[in-house]
């Protein structure tokens, strides 16, 4: 047992070198809630929770910029196999600028025991629908031709990976969001769809997690999620939340050189939770922001005879 938490050890280590090595040119969508969002941004996370739980998202970032990022997400998953695979939908809707697209996924993770937790494998794989609204753009030359007609909707492939390892006090999950970039390029008076895999160019997210019982009352939650992207510098979001008498969340979050957040939620029943993040810009987009808003909203429905008797930490 000890050797095997010692190679877990070395395994971890080597995630994180190898997420703070390898990059991208853009990030993919962001969440304060990523810590709630899981399902979405890791299929190791399909069926974890031993219940079919479903969440959704909103997002409106960076409120009073024409053109600024709105997204919302959704997930349902379930364990499968007598909870030894799991498996999920995931959908995303997202405005940003010009550019209107939409993502539909399925999801099949594996499991199995591994130490005193559980390891899961997760793939994802789906389509995305993409539309460029070039006639929305304002130029200096009215009759430039480039931006005559918008793009056609495009249906293009995509795909993402997953490993998670839980147990009952924390978790890790390494995952790679966007296997295929997908663009839309002009083509002699047309439009066509690019669709190119390069293994050095994954996007790469590591998150974690951990939950310290301060008192009968009182819990304390710590998150990070990293995320690598090439030709880039690394972003990093901490957070931590007090869960207090299994009811209230709140607590407060930081995304290197973006954003402080406060978090607040509910615990309404030990099936459904509700929370609410707000950002407040720290950089020179504070002059012309008022902030951003998230809502988040989730429910768990029990799995045959079991029943939920105390909130799921994640």
Not at 20 to 36: E, L
Not at 174 to 189: A, K, T
Not at 252 to 270: H, V
Request: hydrophobic content about 40%; glycine content about 8%.
């Amino acid at each position: 047992m000890i050797q095997l938490k010692k190679q877990f050890t070395l395994l971890i280590i080597l995630i994180v070198i190898i997420s703070c090595n390898t990059a991208k040119a853009q990030y993919d969508a962001m969440f304060t809630n990523y810590m709630w969002n899981e399902m979405f941004i890791n299929p190791g996370y399909a069926g974890s929770r031993d219940a079919i739980s479903a969440t959704g998202l909103f997002r409106d970032q960076w409120v009073g910029i024409n053109g600024a990022p709105m997204t919302q997400t959704l997930t349902v998953h379930s364990p499968f196999l007598d909870k030894q695979a799991g498996i999920g939908l995931s959908g995303m809707r997202e405005t940003i600028g010009i550019t209107k697209q939409t993502y539909f996924m399925g999801t099949f993770a594996y499991r199995f025991k591994l130490g005193s937790g559980k390891l899961s494998m997760g793939l994802s794989l789906g389509i995305l629908n993409k539309k460029d609204l070039l006639s929305n753009v304002q130029t200096d030359q009215p009759a430039d031709v480039n931006f005559y007609t918008n793009t056609p909707l495009m249906t293009m492939p995509n795909g993402s990976f997953g490993l998670y390892y839980y147990t009952e006090k924390y978790y890790i999950g390494l995952s790679v969001p966007r296997l295929i970039n997908n663009q839309i390029v002009p083509d002699i008076g047309s439009f066509t769809a690019k669709n190119t895999f390069d293994a050095a160019n994954l996007h790469y997210f590591l998150t974690a997690g951990y939950v310290f019982n301060v008192s009968s009352e009182v819990k304390l939650k710590p998150t990070l999620l990293i995320k690598s992207v090439y030709a880039a510098p690394i972003e990093y979001d901490l957070s931590i939340n007090a869960f207090i008498k299994e009811i209230i969340w709140a607590g407060l979050a930081y995304r290197s050189g973006d954003a402080a957040s406060l978090l607040i939620g509910l615990q309404i029943n030990p099936n459904l939770r509700i929370g609410y993040s707000y950002d407040y810009s720290i950089t020179k987009l504070q002059k012309i922001n008022s902030g951003s808003h998230e809502i988040c909203l989730g429910y768990d429905f029990w799995v045959g005879k079991s029943k939920i008797v105390s909130p799921r930490l994640f």
